[in-house]
C-alpha cells in the first residue's frame, strides 16, 4: 500500500509511503482521496495526522507523469479537499517538504515539523511554476516577501526560518507521530484557525514586488517561470484567492508543456542517471579519508578547496617551500573570500584550512587513499608526477591525473598498479564549477571507477564519464565550437555579433568573451605542442592574437581590449588590425543564423563523440555541456536542442 492509515484512538495516522521520496503519483493522490471521505465518514475520528515514511514528508509531485494527460484526482483537487475536511488534518514533517509536499501542508489546517525539516517550492527548477496552491496559500501564511523567495528565487525554509515565519505551528521532538496526536489532541481543545486559502494577505509594500521584480529580471537565463510566479502572487493579491489558483493552475499547465520544461526534465533524469550509473551498481566505492593533491597551482589549489568543502583532509605537495607558501596562501585566500561573502563562518574558514597540510616532496603521500595529480599540462611532467607516485604511495591507493587533453594511458605507463589509476578532468574554478569528467583507462577497476563518481557526489559534482580521445568529450565540442566562430568571423561576421547572438541564446558569455576570460594562451600553446609532434595544424587568428602578446584579459587584451579592473570587453582596433589577414570583407548575419550554425557544429561534434562510443549517451555530452560550459539549461543541451529542431 502506497498510504496507510492507523487509528489511534480519536486521531487517524496516514502515512504516504512511495518511496524513494514519497512522490504524489496518481495512487498515492486517489488512495488520499479516498481516506478524506472515510475519515469524514467516521464519528469516532475527530482529527488526521498526515506524516511521510522514512526520511521525509513528501518530495513533490511524479515527475514521470509530466509528459502523460493528467489523470484525476487532480492535486488542487486533493488539497482542496484536505482543506475543507469536517476533519482537521495536521502535516507531521520529518526532513524534506519539496513542491507538492509543501502545497498538501499548506492545505492542512496545522504543521508540526521535526529539527531537520526543509521546506521549498523547487519548481521553478523544472521550468514550471507550483500548480497546486503554492503561489496562493503560501503568501496568505509567511507573507509575500517570503512567498516570493520560496517560490520565484528558488530559496527554502529551515525549521527556524518556518517557525518564525508561521508556516509551522509548533516544532517537536522525535517519535513525531506521537508528538503530532498529542498536538491534534491538544488542537481540538480550542477553535480552529480558518483554512490559508481563507486568510488575508497582509498589507504589502509595492516596493518589495518591484524590487523582487528587477531580481528576478536580472536571472532572465534561468526562464520564465520566475517571472510567471512573481505574475500569479500578484494576481492573488489583487484579484483574490480563487482567481489566484486559476492563474496558477493555467500557468502551470502552460508551462508544463513547453519546450523549456521538457528541457529541464530531461536534465533533471540525466543528472540522477549521472550520480547512479547502471552499470556499477552493487560496486562499492572505496573509502577516502586522506587525500592529497599534487601542483599548487590554480588548479591543484582549486581541488584542494573543494575537497575540504567536502570535509576531506587534503596534503597539498609542491616541489619547493616558495610554490608551496604559494598555494598555501592562495588556498587561503579562496576561504577568506567565502567568509567575506557570508559563506563561510570564520570558524568554519579556520576548520577548512586547518584540514589540509603543506609539504615539499611526495613522502607526505605515503598513506593517502587517494592522491590527485593536478599539474602543468605536460605528459613528460606528468609522468615524472607518477613515477614518484608509483614508488611511494600505497600499492591499494587510487591515484588520479587531472587532464584537460592528454591521453591518460600515456602518463600511466610504467606505473605499478595500473587498475587503480583513473583520469579525473575538474573544471576551473575547482572548487565552483560542478562538472567532472571522469576518464577510466582500459586498466581502471570498477570499484576505483565507483570511487571517482562517490567522489563526484560527495564534491557536489557531475559526473560524466568519457572515452579517451583529444580533448575528451567538453574540450573537444568546444574546440569545434571555437573553430565554427572563427570560420564566421573570416568569413567577415563581427565577433561583437557572434558574442551577442550566443548571450541571447542563454549563454553567459559569448565565444571570444569566453576565450579572453580563459586565456587564448592555453589552447594556443595545445595547437603549438601538435605542430611540434608534426601535425599539420593551420594558423588561426587567435594564434596571431597570441603571438603579437594578446592573451586576453590577463594581458589587457585579446579579442576585446580591457581596462584595468574592469572585465568588460571593449572593441578593440588593435586586435582588428592583427587578424586582418585572416578576416573577410564584414557582412552581416542574424542572430537566428549564428546560434544555428554553432549549435548544429557542436550538435555534429556530439554525434561523432556518441559513434566513437566516447560518450555514452546523448544525455552525457548535454550534461557536460551544461555543468561545464555555459550551455543554458533551460535549452537542455546541444543534442536535446538538436533532437527538438529536427521533430
Not at 498515492?28 to 522514512?54: Q, Y
Not at 587525500?291 to 573543494?306: D, F, S, W
Request: charged share 25%; proline share 6%.
Amino acid at each position: 500500500m502506497v498510504v496507510k492509515v492507523e487509528r489511534l484512538d480519536e486521531v487517524a495516522v496516514v502515512t504516504i509511503d512511495n518511496p524513494p521520496v514519497n512522490s504524489l503519483n496518481r495512487a498515492v493522490r486517489k488512495r488520499l482521496w479516498e481516506i478524506v471521505g472515510e475519515c469524514d465518514g467516521d464519528p469516532a475520528v475527530r482529527a488526521v495526522v498526515l506524516v511521510g515514511a522514512g526520511k521525509l514528508f513528501v518530495g513533490g509531485a511524479d515527475i514521470t507523469e509530466f509528459d502523460r494527460p493528467v489523470e484525476p484526482p487532480l492535486l488542487p483537487d486533493l488539497i482542496a479537499r484536505i482543506e475543507t475536511a469536517a476533519k482537521p488534518w495536521i502535516a507531521a514533517v520529518r526532513g524534506a517538504a519539496l513542491g507538492g509536499g509543501l502545497e498538501v501542508a499548506l492545505g492542512c489546517r496545522f504543521r508540526v515539523a521535526t529539527a531537520g525539516a526543509r521546506f521549498a517550492l523547487p519548481e521553478v527548477n523544472l521550468g514550471i511554476i507550483p500548480g497546486s496552491g503554492g503561489t496562493q496559500r503560501l503568501p496568505r501564511l509567511v507573507g509575500v516577501a517570503t512567498a516570493v523567495a520560496v517560490a520565484a528565487e528558488n530559496a527554502s525554509l529551515d525549521i527556524v526560518k518556518a517557525t518564525e515565519n508561521g508556516l509551522v505551528d509548533r516544532l517537536v521532538e522525535e517519535p513525531l507521530i506521537d508528538a503530532a496526536v498529542a498536538f491534534a489532541r491538544e488542537a481540538l481543545t480550542r477553535p480552529l484557525p480558518e483554512p490559508v486559502s481563507a486568510r488575508p494577505i497582509a498589507a504589502v509594500d509595492p516596493a518589495v514586488l518591484e524590487e523582487a521584480s528587477t531580481r528576478i529580471a536580472r536571472t532572465a537565463r534561468m526562464g520564465q517561470a520566475p517571472a510567471r510566479v512573481l505574475e500569479a502572487i500578484r494576481y492573488g493579491i489583487d484579484e483574490g484567492f480563487e482567481a489566484g489558483m486559476a492563474l496558477e493552475r493555467a500557468t502551470f499547465l502552460e508551462l508544463r508543456a513547453s519546450t523549456e520544461a521538457a528541457a529541464l526534465r530531461y536534465l533533471f533524469f540525466a543528472e540522477r542517471a549521472a550520480l547512479k550509473p547502471a552499470d556499477l551498481r552493487g560496486v562499492e566505492p572505496l573509502s577516502l579519508s586522506r587525500t592529497g593533491v599534487v601542483g599548487g597551482g590554480t588548479m591543484g589549489v582549486g581541488i584542494a578547496a573543494a575537497l575540504r568543502n567536502a570535509g576531506i583532509a587534503v596534503r597539498l605537495v609542491e616541489r619547493d617551500e616558495p610554490s608551496l607558501q604559494r598555494g598555501m596562501s592562495a588556498l587561503s585566500a579562496i576561504f577568506e573570500s567565502a567568509q567575506r561573502r557570508g559563506r563561510l563562518s570564520a570558524e568554519e574558514r579556520e576548520a577548512r584550512m586547518a584540514g589540509v597540510t603543506g609539504h615539499v616532496g611526495y613522502e607526505a603521500l605515503a598513506d593517502c587513499d587517494l592522491v590527485i595529480e593536478a599539474v602543468f599540462e605536460d605528459l613528460d611532467v606528468k609522468r615524472a608526477v607518477f613515477a614518484e607516485l608509483g614508488s611511494v604511495c600505497r600499492p591499494d591507493a587510487v591515484l588520479a591525473t587531472n587532464t584537460s587533453y592528454i591521453d591518460p594511458r600515456q602518463i600511466a605507463e610504467g606505473l605499478p598498479q595500473p587498475e587503480r589509476f583513473i583520469g579525473l578532468h575538474f573544471f576551473s574554478p575547482a572548487q565552483v564549477m560542478k562538472l567532472l569528467e571522469i576518464v577510466p583507462t582500459p586498466e581502471t577497476r570498477q570499484n576505483v571507477l565507483a570511487t571517482a563518481v562517490d567522489l563526484a557526489r560527495r564534491l557536489s559534482k557531475m559526473p560524466v564519464r568519457s572515452g579517451i580521445c583529444d580533448g575528451f568529450i567538453g574540450n573537444r565540442i568546444m574546440r569545434r565550437y571555437r573553430a565554427d566562430a572563427e570560420a564566421m568571423l573570416r568569413e567577415g561576421v563581427p565577433l561583437r555579433d557572434i558574442d551577442a547572438a550566443m548571450r541571447g541564446f542563454g549563454y553567459g558569455m559569448g565565444p571570444f568573451e569566453v576565450q579572453d576570460l580563459a586565456g587564448l594562451d592555453i589552447s594556443f600553446l595545445h595547437r603549438e605542442a601538435a605542430r611540434a609532434r608534426g601535425e599539420m595544424i593551420p594558423d588561426t587568428p587567435g594564434d596571431l592574437l597570441v603571438r603579437a602578446g594578446r592573451k586576453g584579459q590577463k594581458t589587457g587584451g585579446g579579442w576585446y581590449d580591457y581596462e584595468t579592473g574592469d572585465r568588460t570587453p571593449k572593441d578593440s582596433a588593435e586586435a582588428a588590425r592583427v587578424i586582418a589577414p585572416m578576416v573577410g570583407p564584414q557582412r552581416t548575419m542574424s542572430s537566428e543564423a549564428i546560434v544555428d550554425r554553432l549549435l548544429a557544429a557542436m550538435a555534429a561534434e556530439g554525434q561523432a563523440i556518441l559513434e566513437e562510443d566516447i560518450a555514452a549517451s546523448a544525455a552525457d555530452i548535454d550534461l557536460v555541456e551544461v555543468h561545464g560550459y555555459g550551455f543554458p539549461p533551460r535549452r537542455g543541451g546541444p543534442m536535446f536542442h538538436a533532437a527538438r529542431q529536427t521533430k
